[in-house]
């Protein structure tokens, strides 16, 4: 099943900071967050492994409760450059799955 | 490497016609998907390979959808015959495990069916 993404729209100016969430009525094995630019394809930002491993890039962290099926996205401090649309895809706790995404939450970062 | 490479990158066809998106991974990677990407339904897994045999095609929506990949570097998907509800921007990527593991995402093909 799809995961639901919220809020499925966010405005921020610079400097401000988000959090984007991302729940599942299946239990998972990991949560990945994606990040679409218009017209570009979507480019991997983040994997939160149950058992808490996390991997990541850039100044945009996330948390995973497993035990709730939710993963948070935060970008704190937002810069130009995170304008886009979020993504988050699922993996189901057997593993080896394939994701299954959200519909996604559009942020617009403006000066 | 160049990354992950799909062609045409626009493609307006007409009702009944027929497509043909083609896609290159990246080299080494032993996992391709095909997805679809609308507004309504966001980004849908269409079918995925593993070292060029096909795994899960259960998202393919019809018969009139295939995908082929006849070597490592090489994949195709198919519409025959279009419609305009096929209308979308296809998506292919690869990966060096099937999750747990980041997928990289080709461009995109946008495809039109008037």
């Known amino acids: 099943q799809q995961p639901v993404q919220s809020p499925q729209a966010v405005i921020l100016r610079e400097g401000e900071d988000a959090v984007i969430n991302c729940s599942s009525s299946?239990?998972?094995?990991?949560v990945h967050w994606y990040r679409q630019k218009h017209g570009e394809a979507p480019v991997f930002l983040m994997i939160l492994l149950k058992g808490g491993e996390q991997k990541g890039h850039e100044k945009i962290s996330a948390s995973f409760n497993e035990k709730k099926q939710q993963s948070s996205l935060y970008l704190t401090a937002s810069q130009l450059s995170y304008s886009g649309t979020y993504f988050c895809?699922?993996?189901?706790?057997?593993?080896?799955?394939?994701?299954?995404f959200g519909k996604g939450t559009m942020l617009l970062v403006s000066p | 490497d160049a990354g992950v490479i799909q062609s045409p990158r626009h493609e307006v066809t007409e009702m009944g016609q027929e497509v043909t998106l083609r896609c290159k991974p990246i080299?080494?990677?032993?996992?391709l998907f095909w997805y679809r990407q609308t507004m309504m339904r966001g980004l849908e897994l269409l079918i995925y390979?593993?070292?060029?045999?096909?795994?899960?095609d259960s998202g393919m929506p019809e018969d009139r959808f295939s995908a082929k990949m006849p070597n490592a570097s090489f994949s195709t998907l198919k519409i025959q015959p279009s419609e305009p509800r096929d209308s979308a921007v296809y998506f292919c990527a690869s990966s060096f495990a099937v999750a747990s593991n980041e997928q990289f995402f080709g461009p995109g093909t946008r495809l039109t069916v008037l």
């Open positions: 895809g699922t993996e189901r706790s057997s593993g080896y799955s394939t994701l299954t």
């Open positions: 080299s080494g990677h032993d996992y």
């Open positions: 390979f593993n070292n060029n045999v096909p795994i899960d």
């Open positions: 299946k239990a998972l094995y990991s």
